[in-house]
């Protein structure tokens, strides 16, 4: 599986990413080994998505980055 998460960090602010081992990528995000979140810890994991095609999963990632993806968020509340 291919997983599409969101981490709310202690700044307020949101991070997403897109990895194959979930608990391991949350685990280094909390542990600081993640440079992006390093000085943004604690995080935590508040969604995440499971697709079964690397393909699909890279394309949402892009869409909930892209300002369309990030209004879905805040109008879903994923945070």
Request: one cysteine or more; hydrophobic letters at 35%.
């Amino acid at each position: 599986m291919h997983y599409v998460y969101i981490l709310l960090c202690s700044d307020k602010r949101t991070y997403i990413g897109l990895t194959k081992d979930l608990k391991d990528r949350v685990n280094r995000h909390q542990s600081g080994w993640v440079p992006v979140t390093k000085y943004r810890i604690p995080i935590e994991l508040t969604t995440y998505f499971a697709f079964k095609s690397e393909t699909t999963a890279r394309n949402f990632e892009k869409y909930l980055k892209s300002g369309s993806g990030r209004a879905f968020i805040k109008k879903h509340n994923f945070f």
